[in-house]
């Protein structure tokens, strides 16, 4: 449904620790406006086609869905979002992506490429 949102066994399952752009967020690449949040779940799925994904239970999203660490084929898929650049380390769930974040924005990866709005801002309003 989105960059950070997987189905398992017919359930809506939130990445834990990650956090990517809205589907209707839209991002400023040089010379180009691209759809970033299109582009982000697009990277997801090509994360977990064809593979097993086990998940495990970390808590639950205010809005329902479970939060879990999620693997895909044995690979840590948040962590992997966070490394393509096409999602960042959620502040809030503590520093376990932090290093693999840096990583990506130093390589202009994904969204560093050029400027966007941090998913969360995004979603209160703020806009480039």
């Not at 960042?88 to 693999?100: C, D, I, K, N, R």
């Not at 560093?112 to 969360?120: E, L, N, Q, T, V």
Request: hydrophobic content about 40%; charged content about 25%.
């Amino acid at each position: 449904s989105d960059g950070h949102t997987v189905e398992v066994a017919g359930r809506r399952v939130r990445l834990h620790g990650i956090h990517a752009p809205a589907l209707d967020q839209t991002c400023r690449w040089p010379g180009r406006t691209i759809d970033c949040g299109t582009l982000a779940r697009l990277a997801l799925m090509d994360l977990t086609a064809g593979t097993d994904v086990v998940c495990r239970p970390r808590g639950r999203d205010p809005d329902g869905p479970v939060i879990a660490v999620c693997f895909a084929d044995g690979f840590d898929i948040g962590r992997n979002m966070v490394h393509t650049g096409w999602a960042l380390a959620f502040p809030q769930s503590g520093t376990v992506y932090a290093a693999v974040e840096g990583a990506a924005r130093k390589a202009g990866r994904g969204l560093w490429r050029g400027a966007f709005i941090r998913p969360w801002d995004w979603r209160r309003g703020k806009r480039l």
